[in-house]
T-cell receptor, first 114, second 112 residues
Framework: GAVVSQHPSRVICKSGTSVKIECRSL??????MFWYRQFPKQSLMLMAT?????????EQGVEKDKFLINHASLTLSTLTVTSAHPEDSSFYIC??????????FGPGTRLTVL | GESVGLHLPTLSVQEGDNSIINCAYS??????FIWYKQESGKGPQFIID?????DKRQGQRVTVLLNKTVKHLSLQIAATQPGDSAVYFC???????????FGSGTRLLVRP
């Protein structure tokens, strides 16, 4: 079945640095991709929707200049957290558009900002 | 932004009993609903889905009920096992763009 990978699975960085998270589909192509973040003991919150070849659409309250999304190809999307701060520490999960089946979710990236 | 300090409600059940997890959704236009299971440090795991033209769907040990009148979903797990311990989320599809919005979640604890 379809598999989505995320890299890195865990990252620890200093406050003020930028962190890039990659989301790859391994055996299928999709034009739409969603990025979620999840704080401890909370639900998944949709951050943005991106389509290959066009600008991402951000949810209310999510800063587009802080969370840069690049949907470079049909198999790769990246989320860059710029000038990260401790409050950005979270679990970031990508999901390729399509059926809600588990194979379309990435395994997640745990970001810790010191 | 997210609510700081918000804790997931917890349902504690005895192993072997049936579990019922409830979810209220917000958009009356949503036409597709999914239940997910999430274990610590992992992404969501698909359990079962249902479309708005149905009010009940059964899987292996799980049943989803949909009440569109009151915008309510429930997940029933039969003969709950220790391996069912996890956080459960409902999700609704707002439109045909496959955009999923997640509910607040419930933590299920299974007592041996």
């Amino acid at each position: 079945g379809a598999v989505v990978s995320q890299h890195p699975s865990r990252v620890i960085c200093k406050s003020g640095t930028s962190v890039k998270i990659e989301c790859r589909s391994l055996d299928f192509q999709a034009t739409t991709m969603f990025w979620y973040r999840q704080f401890p003991k909370q639900s998944l919150m949709l951050m943005a929707t991106s389509n290959e070849g066009s600008k991402a659409t951000y949810e209310q309250g999510v800063e587009k200049d802080k969370f840069l999304i690049n949907h470079a190809s049909l198999t790769l999307s990246t989320l860059t957290v710029t000038s990260a701060h401790p409050e950005d520490s979270s679990f970031y999960i990508c999901r390729w558009g399509g059926a809600g089946n588990e194979q379309f979710f990435g395994p997640g990236t745990r970001l810790t900002v010191l | 932004g997210e609510s700081v300090g918000l804790h997931l409600p917890t349902l504690s059940v005895q192993e072997g009993d049936n579990s019922i997890i409830n979810c209220a959704y917000s958009n009356s236009a949503s036409d597709y609903f999914i239940w997910y299971k999430q274990e610590s440090g992992k992404g969501p795991q698909f359990i079962i889905d249902i479309r708005s033209n149905m009010d009940k769907r059964q899987g292996q040990r799980v049943t989803v009920l949909l009440n569109k009148t009151v915008k309510h979903l429930s997940l029933q797990i039969a003969a709950t096992q220790p391996g069912d311990s996890a956080v459960y989320f409902c999700a609704e599809n707002e439109d045909s763009s496959y955009k999923l919005i997640f509910g607040s979640g419930t933590r299920l604890l299974v007592r041996p």
